[in-house]
């Protein structure tokens, strides 16, 4: 777990700043990468010279080159990608414009998938890739529902990843957090549920056991895996 070197999508809130700032107080390395870069900077200023970013637009896959290089200066080789960027609509599928739906899903779907692919030169035998989904993949999250369709794909694409990298003795963690405590309902124009919450630290804990135990699949709370089983019972829960 010391010195552990990682690249974190999605760093200037919720998750992946907890999550950063977890990894480099217990003695790593972190490159952060979002858009926001005055969250980014004042991260840089609370946690020093073992936090750098690059201020980055994932929905622009070209945007994604500068991270990989910005991965291989600043921390040389990369033990966890965190693909945690992300973002939902609170609208209807029909209520999504033409830009809506292909940003929400280059950010959720393809630009995890494009940036892993470009740096696996700089991972190794035992680094790891975190895709972070959602639990709402088992209900139909009538509120979401282009996100929850995003995040399926995700899900599906991280599934067989995982049996590739197997071959190159990687792992992938998928995790499935329940109703996190961050901004992303507020950003997503509607209002957190209130049941199965959690708050960004203790997922970002979740995290960090999954990767130190050599756990692949985390559920955050965990007792929210119930929905593994019931969700196709339950689908007009959300
Ligand atoms: N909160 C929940 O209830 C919940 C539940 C299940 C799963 N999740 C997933 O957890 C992940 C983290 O979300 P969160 O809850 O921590 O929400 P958040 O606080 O809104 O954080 C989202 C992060 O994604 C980044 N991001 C969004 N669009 C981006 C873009 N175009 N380019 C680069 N970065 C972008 C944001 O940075 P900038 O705005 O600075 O670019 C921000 O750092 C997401 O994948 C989300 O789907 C959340």
Redo the contacts with the bound molecule.
């Keep these: 777990m010391n010195k552990l070197k990682a690249v974190v ?9 907890a999550l950063s700032l977890e990894i480099v107080r217990s003695g790593g390395r972190v490159l952060g ?4 870069e005055g ?2 900077l004042s991260l840089k200023n609370d946690l020093g010279e073992n936090f750098s970013y690059v201020a ?4 622009k896959l070209s945007e994604i080159d500068r991270v990989v290089e910005g991965a291989k200066g600043f921390l040389g080789s990369v033990d966890v990608l965190v693909n ?5 609509l609170y609208k209807s599928v029909l209520e999504h414009n033409d830009d809506e739906l292909i ?1 929400m899903v280059t ?2 779907f393809i ?1 995890p998938i494009a940036l892993t692919r470009r740096m696996l030169p700089l991972m190794h035998e035992g680094s790891a890739v975190v895709n ?5 993949i088992h209900l139909l999250m009538t509120k979401l529902p282009v ?1 929850g369709a995003t ?1 399926i794909a995700f899900h599906y694409a991280s599934r067989a990843l995982a049996h590739e990298l197997k071959q190159r003795r990687m792992r992938v963690i998928l995790v ?10 507020q ?1 997503a124009g509607g209002i ?1 549920p209130s049941r199965g919450r959690v708050t ?1 630290e203790d ?1 970002a804990k979740s995290i960090l056991k999954a990767i130190e135990k050599g756990k692949n699949v985390v559920y955050a709370p965990s007792y929210i895996s119930f929905l593994r089983m019931l969700g196709p019972f339950l689908p007009e829960l959300y």
Aim: aromatic share 8%; charged share 10%.
């Design positions: 999508t999605g760093a200037s809130s919720g998750i992946g700043r990468v979002a858009r926001n969250a980014l980055a637009d994932l929905s945690n960027a992300g973002f939902g940003s950010v959720n630009a972070v989904v959602t639990a709402g996100y995040k499935y957090p329940g109703v996190v405590l961050t901004e992303f309902h950003r957190a960004a997922v």
